[in-house]
């Protein structure tokens, strides 16, 4: 099994950062990609951002330029670090693991942005 705790959302406002952190445990192999995803009220489930275990990454075209996803692998922990926040990026993000056999989700962590 794969676990995932997601940290680091709440209350900004416009312009301003957070970094959100994703721990994993349990079953990881050596191929993954791990990726933050958000949905906003009334809106569709959107890729924000995706590392895999190579480094390669890839973005939602509303982010780039403004969020960087980065993993260390020491500390099994992913991160996305977000700046430049847009009140269009209020949402609930979460964290997601894909490896042969897995596509996990966490519980997921409220990022509101105020105007």
């Known amino acids: 099994q794969v676990q995932l705790v997601e940290s680091g959302g709440g209350l900004v406002q416009a312009g301003g950062s957070l970094r959100l952190s994703c721990a994993y445990s349990?079953?990881?192999?050596?191929?993954?990609?791990i990726g933050w995803y958000r949905q906003a009220p009334g809106k569709q489930h959107e890729l924000v951002a995706a590392?895999?275990?190579?480094?390669?990454?890839n973005y939602g075209d509303s982010v780039k330029g403004r969020f960087t996803i980065s993993r260390d692998n020491a500390k099994n922990t992913v991160y996305l670090q977000m700046n430049s926040l847009k009140p269009e990026d209020t949402a609930v993000y979460y964290c997601n693991v894909k490896q042969i056999g897995y596509d996990v989700w966490g519980q997921g962590t409220q990022v509101t942005v105020s105007s």
């Open positions: 349990g079953t990881i192999f050596s191929i993954n990609v």
């Open positions: 590392i895999a275990s190579s480094g390669s990454t």
